[in-house]
Each structure stands twice: as structure tokens, then as C-alpha cells.
């Protein structure tokens, strides 16, 4: 099993990154999607959650209004549009997937975002 996180980079405040994960060795298409996070010093926090087919989403009270959470299956990629970034959204952003709702059964490595000026 693979899942490999990109899109990660530096952000001014405001600013917008869109974060991709792949996952293979798996059926894909089959499994639930989450987004977690971990800032400096704190624990992993839950970010934003897809279902199979994409018609349930979840977000965190924080990033409701500002994360989109997507996935393409033709593509075996799921997305995390950030909007309107601040300080507060630095952090490891990890992707997990899981074969039921709520659940994670394989972690990416995290890919590195970073808001500042």
C-alpha cells in the first residue's frame, strides 16, 4: 500500500494551496478519504473526510468555510483546496485512508505547509 501527499510548499497569509494524495495497492475507489494535520508541538488534528463515491463530506469547525475536500477516481487522487490561509493552518498535512467512515487504516508521510510572509 501507497499513499504519497503532495502540494505542500510556503503560503503568504490569505493565500491558497491545493494538496493532492495518491494511494495504490489498494482499491481505491472502495475507501473513505481523510485529511489530518499536526502543527508544531501539537497533536494530529482531524482536517476534512470524503466518502467512496464522494457525496459525504465532513470538515472541521476551522476550516469549514475555507477547505474543499474532492477526490477523482479515474485518478486515484483526492484533493484538499485551502483558501484564505493563516498562521494557524501551518503544519504536516497527512492523508489516510480507511474502509469504512471515520476510519484509517493506511497513513501517508505528510507533506509540509507553511503560512507565512
Known amino acids: 500500500v501507497h499513499i504519497v501527499e503532495s502540494g505542500g510548499g510556503l503560503v503568504q497569509p490569505g493565500g491558497s494551496r491545493r494538496l493532492s494524495c495518491t494511494g495504490s495497492g489498494f482499491t481505491f475507489r472502495t475507501h473513505v478519504f481523510s485529511w489530518y494535520r499536526q502543527a508544531p508541538g501539537k497533536e494530529r488534528e482531524y482536517v476534512a473526510q470524503?466518502?467512496?463515491?464522494?457525496?459525504?463530506?465532513q470538515y472541521a469547525d476551522d476550516v469549514e468555510d475555507r477547505f474543499t475536500i474532492s477526490r477523482d477516481n479515474t485518478e486515484n487522487t483526492v484533493f484538499l483546496q485551502m483558501d484564505n490561509l493563516s498562521a494557524e493552518d501551518t503544519g504536516v498535512y497527512y492523508c489516510a485512508a480507511g474502509s469504512r467512515w471515520g476510519q484509517t487504516d493506511y497513513w501517508g508521510q505528510g507533506t509540509q505547509v507553511t503560512v507565512s510572509s
Open positions: 470524503i466518502s467512496s463515491e464522494g457525496a459525504l463530506l
